[in-house]
């Protein structure tokens, strides 16, 4: 007969013990993920050095399926997924992702958003929905995933002076909220539907149709324009990457396999690449990311050096799926993903198997 043993009451010098031998972040992740002591632990033993290893790797954090409710996280290292219980995401929706912390939203009254840190477990409390000054207009039945499309911070989310932005609404406006502020604020903007955000230089930025935009949240709390559109249609998304201390613009092409089919499935067949010069305050176009990578979807822009994570291939765009609509006017859901090689113009797949999921995807980087 198996006997259980209740790994919290095991003796924390053994468990440090265990810990010092690990090596790869997806076992790091299911490691604290244990019980609270085991998560105490690992953070204490990595602050104080007593881990020796590379930095955490990108990785894919896969949805719960209905079979086991649990989530998956995919490790390109060792090309193989592994389960983790994550309990604190039942009946909630996740819609963006920040280094290693997820943004969620309780999928019930008063709807709930929260910064959740996927090792350590802790949350922080964002201000309501109803409390941004352009709400949806009827709460109960406007989707949930129209609430937040993204939001990020200013630095660390614990730091006390944290300032959090956001994408909200049906019309991607902006809004921010200080640490521990009961309300959001939305920024007087002429524009909508804003794409991407970023912290850059000390300051956030946004893009959107008309171009790029500097968040002015401390005086007149509003928008100036910071650099000009690079203008390509309607179907495309936009994402801004901090590049070496220089600002990037990625442009992601949508196209549908039969536009007027409303069960078409859409697709992504190029990116193009723009670096700004700030002198001259023109986009110029890049045509390589040299021996790096980058990962976009439901996520903030990660940039990594291939030649320190050599599972990943140089200069190469890594992408998921983030048109939102997918999610409930298709049943196409989270398709569009894989592997854009700039040289090459190519694409080949990003997982070694295929399958579609009805709930976003995201690209990490896990953080002790």
Known sequence: MATHIDLSQLPEELVELIF??????????????VCSLWRFLSSSARSRGLL???????????????????????????????????PEFNGKWCCHSWKGWLVTITCSPPYPIEFFNLISRERIQLPLPETLQDPPPNVESTPIEMFIDKAIPSSNPLDPDCVFLAIHGNRGKLAFCKSKDNTWKTLTSDAINYDDIQYYKNRFI????????????DSE????????????????????VEFFGDLLLVVRHLDWEDQYSDASDHYTPKFELFKFDSRNLVWNRLSSLGDHALFL????????????????????????????????ERAAGCHDMGIFNLKAHAFEPVLPFTQIWLSPLFWIIPEL
Not at 20 to 33: H, S
Not at 206 to 216: H, K, L, R, S
Not at 226 to 239: D, I, L, Q, T
């Open 297 to 328: 979807g439901h996520n903030q822009a990660i940039l990594i050096s291939t030649n320190e994570f050599n599972e990943f291939k140089p200069d190469c765009i890594y992408f998921v799926d983030d048109y939102i609509e997918g999610y409930f």
């Open 221 to 240: 709390q509003k928008v100036i324009p910071f650099a000009p559109p690079v203008v390509f249609g309607c179907f495309n998304r936009k994402y801004l």
């Open 206 to 217: 946004a893009v959107g149709p008309f171009g790029v935009f500097q968040c002015d949240i």
């Open 52 to 86: 020796l290893m590379k930095p955490l790797t990108p990785m894919l954090l896969f949805p719960s399926n209905n079979d086991d409710r649990l989530h998956h996280i995919f490790d390109f290292s060792d090309g193989k997924a592994a389960r983790i219980p994550l």
């Open 20 to 33: 010092i031998w690990l090596r790869g972040a997806k076992d790091i992740i299911r490691f604290g993920a």
